[in-house]
């Protein structure tokens, strides 16, 4: 299993980003999946989940309004379209089918000031 996560990089503040996650070995579209952000010395953070139909979709609070979640079933991948940027916003972010053990090496996100 491999799920390869991709589009990080460096933004400015209020800028955008967007992150995508492709899967080999294991089919996205039996789990609702995840993208989880991990800064140095902190704890991960579920940062935003969606159903496998895609018509469901949670937030975290601190994401809310600004970053979009979004599933391709067909292609076996799950965006993450992030917007209005803020510094707090850096991390290494990853996508993981949730309840699983599967997870990939992250995108790293860096938003300057």
């Known amino acids: 299993v491999q799920l390869q996560a991709s589009g990080g990089g460096l933004a400015q503040t209020g800028g955008s980003l967007r992150l995508s996650c492709a899967a080999s070995?294991?089919?996205?579209?039996?789990?609702?999946m995840g993208w989880y952000r991990q800064a140095p010395g902190e704890q991960r953070e579920l940062v935003a989940t969606i159903t496998p139909s895609g018509r469901s979709t949670t937030y975290a609070d601190s994401v809310k309004g600004r970053f979009t979640i979004s599933r391709d079933n067909m292609k076996n991948t799950v965006s993450l379209q992030m917007d209005s940027l803020k510094p707090e916003d850096t991390s290494v972010y990853y996508c993981?089918?949730?309840?699983?053990?599967?997870w990939g090496q992250g995108t790293l996100v860096t938003v300057s000031s």
């Open positions: 993981h089918p949730r309840f699983s053990e599967y």
């Open positions: 070995g294991v089919s996205v579209s039996t789990y609702i």
